[in-house]
Each structure stands twice: as structure tokens, then as C-alpha cells.
């Protein structure tokens, strides 16, 4: 049981070393993008990518929060991002206008941000309040069947949602005053008044960036904190973290909560992003995607997850689509016949089931070999300790 | 009796009565949409034991389990190429070819099942219990890839070789095709009851769902105990998969995927690791399905379930005949 909190805090100096360094590429790496991309293609169409791609970031940050940190596994991780989203949309757009209410609503991006917030962390909390007592698998399921019966409500009440058809046309953020410079495009210096959004995918990508940031130093002291040091409790032992004290409902419900609100931020953001909401958006392939992202990037782990969740974007949104073609370029000019050509095309294009499957499986068996050796040899980690007497290292960890 | 118990009660017999309601009024539609319900929920219950077993004996949710269910249909469906087989008429080639494929079928996908569990579950057998789990969704995604890399997104069709005798008594309509997914359903159940509780194999994977420790130092070798959990659970599920394309004449990649989950509320409804809840439950979803397709509006059938889902696992997480455990 011991065995990766002993570690963990044995090598946490090495790590934040680590973090430090990810964190930087990653921020000169954010900085550097646009311009370069813009410079390079001539064109914004990458940056967009990256705003989408930022998105994602944001979820798998928040999903690292429920799996990761409190060892809850959620499979319906897209129900909580479709609620953000649709709250944000209903109230932006002239969705409502066409509803029973017979009123357009059109709220402000800035506290609509915060509103699908906190209507995302409500969610979690009802859905999270009768089932966190059950055990992790069964939990899984049921955050499974929310995250069916959410796109199907949203469907399905199609007076005030739209249904099939989707909520389109939904408000771009504004702001007060901008500065526009040579990133965004070839212009010069200048502060633009009552800025909107609309059709600047850089200043969308300024504000993903801005978000990510105020999320990882959020979610970087909520990790450090006497929350966090609940839930990584919980996630090594859950009878040993009750017997300590801790209320494990209350945290569990917090981590849900929180994870759940961390998607209501990026729903609203995809809302006004896209400027179209529809159910098919939110379907089981996308918590997949998430949880993928946060098993690929190591559980608990938040630059690893942030990376995570930008390689698997790369792959799955970026490189595979573009695949068919790819092949097709490839198999012409190397002389094959149009119909090998086309097959082959055609077998791409739902390559990326296999990378999940073969993702998933590969990580896990890699963790396996660590978990079934300390069940063997539960004293193997205490050859690594310098101490001399097992007790009192283990006291001493503890007490760190 | 507690509240959540209560609860359970109550919903369960607002449903009986509104439903009860429903037969006194229209008895002919009721019937009709009964005998519906019963044929799904055979195919379901089929899928719903391979579901209960596996969890029963390494709590596993086997989410690739609905996939093994639909590769059967496809598998069959490619053998069945093979035979000169009519889809106008039941003629001898038919029968021979029903009669050769379908045990085929069943013994493709068990052997398949077990070449899963060796590689992707049993490696992880010590490992936390989160990860066999995202692994069998891994595998689930892995077998859906197989299958749309074989035949594509669209549709498949699945030769339709049963007899077309039907009949309609008093209004209501039924076919041989209802009458063969049921009695074959209920044949496999009682087969597979006989073998649990009357062979000595049947009872080692009685005795290691109860404690694996235990039965390994009783002499029982628990991989081949569990291998052959998966290998019958995958019996049932090819056969699911050959009844459901000779039912419905049609399959697809994604369907085990829908299913899956619904056979696993089925399972999880008739109370997990209980075999008989799992027939039962089966059954039962099927024609609460059924139900809601024709009274509710088939939009609202996935909400059903899957709330039946969530309400069972909140109000009675040891489902209908599941019995309290406490926990490991």
C-alpha cells in the first residue's frame, strides 16, 4: 500500500524539477506557436487546431483531478463538458427565443464562463451525491450511463434545445479594449476598442492559453493542499484514509465536483468557440478520448497529462484524418492501383480504435509488472530507503 | 425495510401497475409488444451471463464482452457464406448449414474470448482494479476497430435462412423466428445451469468466485478456471451474436457497444455474479425495452435503461436476487 506514496515522496524534489522544465517548453512552446504557424502556413487554420487542442488540455486536466488525483474512474466525463457547453449556449443565443420561454437570452461569455462553472460542478455533485459510496467499478458504470442519458436528454428535449438540429449561433466573448500586434496577422501595434471575438481564432487561443494557465496553478496547489493529500489517500486506500479521519464522501464528492467544474469551463469555452452545440458532440468516444489522454499521460501526473492530452489530440484529430490522404499521395506515387488505393485509405480512417485499444493496453500491462512485484515482495522498496530500521523510515515519510 | 429498499419497491410496482393498466386496455397491442420484449430479452439475457460470470469470478467488467457478442453475428455470418444456403426458404442445405455453424460460431468466439483474457486481463490480474478495466474498454474499442476494418461502417447483412412460418392468433402476430430465439435461449440457459451446478469444472468456478485463495489451495488450477469462464460466457455470446443476425438480419460494428451496456444493466439488475439474476434480468430489461419503445417513445428507451441502470446500482446495488456482500 505504502509502496508509491513512499516513492512518490521520495522523489517529489526530482519531479517538481521535472515540472518546472515541462512547464517552461510548454509556455515558450504557447508563446512561440502562433506566430510561427502563422508565419509558416500563412494562414490561422493551426491555430485553431491548438485552440481545439486546448480545449482538450482542459479537460484532461480536470479529468486528472477525479481519476488521477482521488482514483475515481469516470467514464462520463463528456456529460459534464456537454452541460457546461449547453448552458452556456442556451443563454447566448436566440435558442430560447423559439422555446417555450419565448425569450432570447444573451448573457455575457465572461460570467457565463463562471455559470456553466458552477452548473457543471452542480451536476457532479447531484450525480456524485447517491453514487460515491458505491465501489470504483460500479461507479464507473454509472457515471457510464450518465454520460449516455446526458446527449440523449439534450436530444431528445428538442423544444428547448434545438435536438438534432443544434443551438447555432451562439454569442463570440467581447471585451472592452484588445491589443492587436504582428501575432495576429500582418498588422502593426494597436488597441482595438469593443473587441468581439468573432473570427480572431489568435485571440481565441490567447484565452485557452490564459484558461490552461489559471487551471494548472489552481489544480497545482489544490495537488499540494490538505484536499489533495485527502484524495491521493483515498486513491491508495480507502478504508486506511477513514480510519485516518477523513471524510471520504465529502472528498469524493469534492473531486467529482471540482473535475466536473473544470469541464463546465471548457464546455462554455467550446461553445463560444464553435459557435454550435449539438448533442453528437458529447458522445461516449469523447470521455474516452479524455480518459485516454490522462492514462497516456500518467494518472496524477499534470504536465504529463497536459502532454498527454496534446500527443493524443496531434494523433487523433490531426494526424489520422489526414491520413487517407496521406496514404493516397503515398500508395499513387509509389504506383499502386486506384482500388488497393482506396482501400487502403478507407482502413485509416477508423485507425484510431485501434491506438486505443493498443494505448490502453500497453500502459496498463506496463503498470503491471510494479503492481504484481510489490504484491509479491511487499519489502523489495525498503532496500531503496537509506535508513536503517523500517519503522522509523516509515514514521519519518509520514511525518514529511 | 429500508428507504432505498423502499424505494425500489415503489418504483417497481408503479411500473407493474401502469403497465397492468396498459394490458386491460389494449391487451392485443400488449401482447404483441410482449412477445417482442421476450425475444430481445433472450438475446440480452445470453450476453447478461457473460457479463455475470466474468465479474462473479475476477470482478472484472468486461466491457469487450458486447463485442465478442457482435463479432459473433460477423463471424457467422462469413461462415454461412460458405453453405449454398436460400435465403427465400428453409430448404435441407439450411438446416445443415443452421446446424453446422452455430455450435462453430460459439466454439470460434470462445476460443477468442480466452485468447483475450490471456492476453489483455490476465497479466493484470494483481494490478489495481481500475486498470483491467480501462483495458477491457481498450480491448472493447480494439474489437470494434477489427470489425470495422473488416467490413466497413455500414451495415452487414446476415443471410435469412430460418423458416418465414408465422401466424396471428387473435391479432397478434408471431413467428417461427420468435419461437426459435427463445426456446434456443432457454436451452442454452438450462445447459449452462446444468453444467454450473452438476460438473466438477462448474463447481471450481463456484469455488473460486467464492475465494480464489481458498480454491487454489483446494488443487483447483484458477487459470484454467478462468479461462473457461470466459470461454463459456463467449459460448453464450456467439450465440447471442448467431440469433440476433438470424433474428434481425442485420448487424453492425457499434452494436455491441449499445447492447453491451444494456445486457450489462441486465446483469447488473438481476443482481452481479448471480446467474440465474442475470437470465432473469435478461428477460426483464428486454421487456422493459420493449415497454418503453411502444409506450414511451423508443427516444426515451436509452434514458430508461440506463436510469434503471443508475437507480439499481444507487437504490440496490445487489440487484433482484443479489444478496448483501461485504465488501473485500
Known amino acids: ?400 | 425495510m429500508s428507504l432505498p429498499d423502499f424505494g425500489f419497491y415503489v418504483l417497481c410496482a408503479t411500473a407493474i401497475v401502469l403497465l397492468a393498466a396498459q394490458a386491460v386496455i389494449h391487451p392485443g397491442e400488449f401482447v404483441q409488444v410482449f412477445i417482442f420484449g421476450l425475444t430481445q430479452g433472450s438475446i440480452y439475457a445470453l450476453v447478461a451471463l457473460g457479463y455475470t460470470m466474468v465479474y462473479g469470478i475476477i470482478e472484472l467488467i468486461n466491457f469487450a464482452h458486447g463485442d465478442v457478442f457482435t463479432l459473433g453475428a460477423y463471424v457467422g455470418s462469413a461462415i454461412l457464406g460458405f453453405f449454398a444456403i436460400s435465403e427465400g426458404g428453409f430448404t435441407t442445405v439450411n438446416l445443415i448449414a443452421l446446424l453446422l455453424v452455430f455450435p462453430a460460431v460459439m466454439l470460434v468466439m470462445g476460443g477468442i474470448n480466452v485468447a483475450i483474457e490471456r492476453v489483455a486481463y490476465r497479466p493484470l490480474r494483481n494490478a489495481p482494479r481500475l486498470a483491467p478495466l480501462i483495458t477491457a474498454i481498450g480491448m472493447s474499442f480494439f474489437l470494434e476497430g477489427v470489425m470495422f476494418l473488416w467490413h466497413g461502417p455500414a451495415t452487414v447483412h446476415f443471410p435469412d435462412i430460418l423458416p418465414k412460418a408465422a401466424t396471428t392468433v387473435a391479432g397478434v402476430f408471431f413467428g417461427f423466428k420468435d419461437v426459435f430465439v427463445v426456446v434456443v435461449a432457454a436451452i442454452l440457459v438450462a445447459l449452462l445451469a446444468i453444467f454450473i451446478n452438476r460438473t466438477k469444472l462448474g463447481k471450481a468456478m463456484r469455488a473460486t468466485a467464492q475465494d480464489r485463495d481458498a480454491a487454489q489451495l483446494m488443487g483447483i488450477d484458477i487459470n484454467r478456471t478462468i479461462a473457461a469462464t470466459f470461454f463459456i460466457g463467449a459460448l453464450l455470446a456467439g450465440a447471442g451474436g448467431m440469433i440476433w443476425g438470424l433474428y434481425y438480419n442485420t448487424v453492425y460494428y457499434q452494436l455491441g457497444f449499445r447492447s453491451g451496456l444494456i445486457a450489462f444493466t441486465a446483469a447488473v439488475f438481476g443482481g452481479i455474479g448471480n446467474i440465474p439474476g442475470a437470465a432473469l434480468g435478461g428477460l426483464i430489461i428486454g421487456l422493459i425495452a420493449a415497454f418503453s419503445d411502444s409506450y414511451i417513445g423508443s427516444k426515451w428507451t436509452q434514458v430508461v435503461v440506463f436510469g434503471i441502470l443508475i437507480g439499481v446500482l444507487v437504490f440496490r446495488p445487489t440487484g433482484l436476487l443479489g444478496m448483501r456482500v461485504p465488501e473485500k
Not at chain 1, 20 to 36: R, W
Not at chain 1, 365 to 383: F, M, N, Q, Y
Open chain 1, 1 to 400: 500500500m505504502s509502496t508509491s506514496v513512499f516513492t512518490r515522496l521520495h522523489l517529489r524534489d526530482r519531479i517538481r524539477d521535472r515540472d518546472t522544465a515541462v512547464y517552461s517548453i510548454l509556455l515558450i512552446l504557447a508563446l512561440v506557436f502562433p506566430m510561427a504557424s502563422i508565419y509558416a502556413t500563412d494562414g490561422t487554420a493551426l491555430v485553431s487546431q491548438a485552440t481545439r487542442a486546448g480545449t482538450f488540455v482542459l479537460l484532461a486536466i480536470g479529468l486528472n483531478v477525479v481519476v488521477g488525483f482521488a482514483g475515481l474512474l469516470d467514464l462520463g466525463y463528456a456529460a459534464f463538458y456537454a452541460i457546461g457547453a449547453y448552458s452556456y449556449a442556451l443563454f447566448a443565443s436566440t435558442q430560447l427565443a423559439s422555446s417555450p420561454a419565448h425569450h432570447a437570452f444573451h448573457l455575457p461569455f465572461w460570467l457565463m464562463l463562471f455559470v456553466a462553472l458552477f452548473v457543471a460542478a452542480a451536476a457532479g455533485a447531484v450525480l456524485g451525491f447517491p453514487t460515491l459510496r458505491l465501489r470504483g467499478d460500479y461507479l464507473a458504470i454509472v457515471t457510464l450511463g450518465f454520460g449516455e442519458i446526458v446527449p440523449q436528454l439534450f436530444y431528445n428535449f428538442d423544444q428547448w434545445t434545438g435536438g438534432i438540429n443544434a443551438v447555432g449561433g451562439i454569442d463570440q466573448p467581447t471585451l472592452p479594449a484588445w491589443i492587436q500586434g504582428p501575432w495576429s496577422g500582418d498588422g502593426p501595434f494597436q488597441v482595438v476598442r469593443n473587441f468581439n471575438f468573432g473570427g480572431d481564432p489568435v485571440a481565441f487561443y490567447v484565452l485557452i492559453c490564459i484558461l490552461i494557465a489559471a487551471a494548472i496553478i489552481l489544480v497545482n496547489n489544490l495537488y499540494r493542499s490538505r484536499l489533495g493529500r485527502a484524495w491521493m489517500a483515498i486513491r491508495e486506500d480507502e478504508v486506511a484514509a477513514a480510519a485516518m479521519g477523513i471524510n471520504t464522501v465529502t472528498t469524493k464528492l469534492l473531486a467529482f465536483g471540482i473535475g466536473a467544474s473544470f469541464s463546465g469551463f471548457a464546455g462554455a469555452f467550446y461553445g463560444a468557440n464553435v459557435s454550435l452545440v449539438s448533442p453528437d458532440s458529447f458522445l461516449f468516444i469523447v470521455s474516452i478520448t479524455v480518459l485516454v489522454m490522462v492514462v497516456l499521460g500518467g494518472m496524477g501526473n499534470i504536465s504529463g497529462v497536459i502532454i498527454g492530452a496534446l500527443v493524443l489530440y496531434y494523433v487523433v484529430y490531426y494526424l489520422i484524418p489526414g491520413l487517407p490522404e496521406n496514404v493516397r499521395s503515398l500508395a499513387n506515387s509509389i504506383g499502386l492501383s486506384s482500388e488497393t488505393t482506396r482501400s487502403l485509405a478507407d482502413a485509416t480512417q477508423h485507425l484510431n480504435y485501434i491506438i486505443y485499444g493498443g494505448q490502453a493496453f500497453r500502459r496498463m500491462s506496463g503498470a503491471s509488472p510494479t503492481a504484481s512485484d510489490s504484491a509479491l515482495k511487499p519489502h523489495a522498496v525498503w532496500r531503496t530507503r537509506p535508513s536503517t530500521s523500517t519503522t522509523s523510515s516509515t514514521a519519518a515519510s509520514w511525518s514529511r
